[in-house]
């Protein structure tokens, strides 16, 4: 169950449905499943946007939906020191804990609800570990990694540090309040997440009660982007079937819509998604690892960069 909830949604504000007799709604363009996998020292992932053209992603690199997991004492793992440039990172933790720590001061610890955004810009070095009590006690892990690019002329600004505590996101409803709608970033209808991005984009998780829809407002210039995190229902109104570790690219339009299914799960009573758009930068990427350049010749200057220590020093462990 996500941390950031509320027991009455029809507290809060909420978000317009648009006229359907005047809104082109966004069509499927494809739905894909994610392969599994392992990362950092080897806590399972779920590629998300494994298999989907690059071009229909745009802004975004890779998004990796880390568990969920329910380690036992013991278990939990991290990633070790790396390097990143060019790009921007999102964690989002739904549940458990994650420390972050980075060359260039940034760090803390996010849990249950939290986001920590990290622009990686002209570089730096950073480790994301789980708390030593989560390691002592095992429990429950459920996050999101995704990666945001940046535009030429803003790849080496320098690295920034965001903390978005869970009290600070922006919590909406659908007018029958069938769905709690958290705005971490952009804007939605009017109403502002309180993630700052240097790329124009909208991140959104949203849970569909049972049987409800999800019909809003997307901007027409963006892509759009849906990501099931639990549960099952359908999405656009073709009504594709769709839901656990599947994504689906939506078509143009300025309006977006989805629909829980009537019967979910005991474990995951709601159909969860993480809904993503963007405004395309429409340059050429070339990634290689933890770097997203324009050219094979900037990553490989970033890899001369990175080896002769111009991406900080990794503080000295206590």
Do not use: C
Request: hydrophobic share 40%.
């Amino acid at each position: 169950m996500p941390a950031v909830t509320v027991d009455n949604p029809l507290t809060l504000p909420r978000v317009r449905r648009p006229d359907l007799a005047t809104t082109a709604v966004r069509r499927v363009r494809s739905v894909t499943t994610a392969p599994s996998g392992f990362e950092g020292e080897g806590f399972p992932v779920r590629r998300a946007f494994a298999g989907i053209d690059a071009r229909l992603l745009d802004p975004f690199i890779l998004m990796d939906q880390m568990g969920e997991v329910d380690y036992a004492p013991g278990e939990p793992k991290g990633t070790p020191w790396h390097p990143h440039r060019g790009f921007e990172t999102v964690t989002y933790i739904m549940d458990g804990a994650f420390i972050h720590q980075d060359t260039h001061g940034g760090g803390g610890t996010i849990t249950n609800g939290d986001t920590q955004w990290m622009t990686a810009g002209s570089g730096l070095m950073h480790i994301e570990t789980p708390p030593e009590e989560l390691v002592v006690s095992g429990g429950l892990f459920h996050g999101l990694q995704l990666w945001v690019n940046l535009p030429r002329k803003q790849k080496m600004t320098a690295p920034r540090y965001q903390d978005i505590g869970r009290n600070h996101v922006r919590l909406l409803t659908t007018p029958d309040g069938g769905a709690l709608i958290r705005l971490i970033a952009g804007e939605l209808d009017g109403h502002q997440g309180p993630g700052i991005t240097r790329t124009p984009i909208t991140m959104i998780h949203a849970t569909v009660s049972a049987g409800a829809e999800l019909t809003i407002p997307w901007p027409a210039d963006f892509n759009a982007l849906v990501y099931g995190l639990a549960g099952r229902g359908t999405v656009g109104t073709e009504q594709r079937p769709f839901g656990l570790g599947q994504a689906a690219v939506l078509g143009a339009g300025d309006a977006l819509t989805l629909r829980a299914a009537e019967s979910q799960d005991s474990h995951t009573p709601a159909l969860e998604v993480v809904l993503l758009g963007g405004r395309p930068i429409r340059e050429p990427v070339f990634q290689y690892g933890p770097f997203v350049m324009n050219s094979h010749i900037e990553v490989a200057q970033a890899f001369e960069d990175f080896k002769a220590g111009r991406f900080g020093q990794i503080p000295a462990q206590g």
